[in-house]
């Protein structure tokens, strides 16, 4: 995933911006939510949010008539120390760039 | 409601997978959101999120061009203990079932 | 912005509802989300989230075709005390007033 965004907050360090992986600092619960914009193109997107190597939830945004559509979810996720979550382009592309679009994650509570 | 899906995280089981409905097991404000997810028909879908018998937020997926579109929408609520809140599809009809959605709820601070 | 919607949830006092600005009340990181509904019209619309006087995030809602659509966003902030939040329409109209739209915000953790 190219990330040409700016990383608004990045506490404790966690967000690996260069590969825009997030690695769970410690096991707990998340929460995660990402919208993902596509600027107008006539691909259909599917976004993945993985987790490791296992895609959780998708979003999609399909719509060919209108200039920016966001593919957005969002998800409390049980993980261990040292996951790695991030959101991988399943379907399309996004010729735009990423422009737009947010990905974020906290932890909610430890355990 | 019925939920085909996955509960992905379910820490304190206050969550009743059979009727999707989150029963609050203390007095607090909870972050409650949703993506609902309609499959391509003719119809828009109106999802409320319902807190015991009173819709707080609503809302909509219309467009019929597209293959998959969310109704999405979030809110902070204040909960007493034992209320129940869960989503309801208010309009429209879910004909290739809630694949994709998803409903999260979490305690932001207990009062 | 004129805001004649419910604040169904607003502990602390720290939303002014006549201008729709959250003012933090300490320094911490912050969540916000927002989903702002437009009415069936023929215009694009674009919701900054501004923190101050700076556009953090922006969001989008062009479909001319459905009822009812959201331009929905999410971030997680870094707010100094007595940062003013809040949301702008910065393109577009909403003819039909801001039904249905929320604008949610808390304390992830004080810095």
């Not at 976004?47 to 998708?58: A, G, T």
């Not at 593919?71 to 790695?84: I, P, Y």
Request: hydrophobic fraction near 40%; glycine fraction near 8%.
């Amino acid at each position: 995933m190219d990330c040409s965004g700016t990383v608004l907050v990045n506490i404790g360090n966690h967000f690996d911006l260069k590969a825009s992986v997030f690695q769970a600092p410690r096991r707990g619960i998340y929460s995660f939510s990402f919208h993902v914009v596509k600027v107008y193109n006539r691909q259909t997107i599917q976004v993945n949010l993985m987790q490791n190597d296992y895609p959780v939830i998708s979003a999609f945004a399909g719509d060919q008539d209108v200039t920016r559509e966001a593919a957005s979810n969002g998800v409390l996720l049980m993980v261990e120390r040292d996951d790695r979550v991030y959101l991988k382009l399943e379907r399309g592309t996004l010729m735009g760039g990423w422009k737009y679009s947010t990905f974020s994650g906290f932890l909610v509570f430890p355990l």
